[in-house]
């Protein structure tokens, strides 16, 4: 069962407009989110995050937005630039076991065209 | 170098065999982690580890043995490889104090099983 959801394989956004990445998720008790971007043959790299007490956070170019009665988060992109065409992983914290975990989503592909 | 690396980065291994991925922090970071990449499934955790000589099993850990004797170090070890563990491994770290959510990334190994 798919904790989180990325629904959109790819997107493909024209340089300077923005790029909008879409997250679900199904289970109440996470409380940290996060998002991490790939380039091939790297290991992915934190982007930018936010407390399940907020509803948004902003970190230059980069927003995300959380809907918690929807269970919904949106990364933004503003403008986008071909650089951050890569992999987009959403992720959730929760505490189980031993440690706060992530789990993750199966990633939006971004292609930023010129 | 600071920071987490792995090793190998490439490896092709036969059915059956054992084979073992290393990863090394410098961080001190108490928290480590192993995830596997597969197309359609994002990133899956497969064990965790709170601190030397505390791990425990994540969302896939089946076929696969971990061990921490020195914080820095977090080992995984396929004990008879089969084709399905065809898959590129990420190690990850996270400091485990504060209210620090964000895990920090090996670039990967990339494992084939022929």
């Known amino acids: 069962d798919q904790q989180v959801k990325q629904n959109s394989p790819s997107l493909s956004v024209q340089e300077g407009r923005i790029s909008i990445l879409n997250c679900d998720y199904t289970?109440?008790?996470?409380?940290?989110f996060l998002w991490y971007k790939k380039y091939p043959a790297e290991g992915p790299t934190f982007l930018i995050s936010i407390s399940s007490i907020k509803d948004k956070n902003e970190d230059g170019r980069f927003t995300v937005f959380l809907n918690k009665s929807a269970k919904h988060l949106s990364l933004h992109i503003v403008p986008s630039q071909p650089g951050d065409s890569a992999v987009y992983f959403c992720?959730?914290?929760?505490?189980?076991?031993?440690?706060?975990?992530?789990?993750f989503g199966t990633g939006t592909r971004l292609q930023v065209t010129l | 170098d600071a920071g987490i690396t792995q090793s190998p980065r490439y490896k092709i291994t036969e059915t059956g065999r054992q084979v073992t991925l290393m990863c090394h922090q410098t961080?001190?970071?108490?928290?480590m982690f192993w995830y596997r990449q597969d197309l359609g499934h994002g990133l899956r955790l497969i064990y965790y580890?709170?601190?030397?000589?505390?791990?425990d099993k994540g969302e896939v850990p089946d076929g696969y043995v971990v061990s921490r004797s020195k914080t820095e170090n977090f080992p995984l070890t396929l004990e008879s490889a089969t084709r399905s563990q065809t898959s590129v491994y990420f190690c990850?770290?996270?400091?485990?104090?504060?209210?620090?959510?964000?895990?920090?990334f090996g670039p990967g190994t990339r494992l084939t099983v022929t």
């Open positions: 580890s709170a601190a030397a000589d505390i791990t």
């Open positions: 289970n109440s008790m996470f409380d940290y």
């Open positions: 961080w001190s970071h108490s928290y």
């Open positions: 990850a770290s996270n400091p485990g104090q504060g209210a620090v959510y964000e895990q920090y």
């Open positions: 992720a959730a914290s929760g505490f189980s076991g031993t440690a706060s975990k992530l789990t």
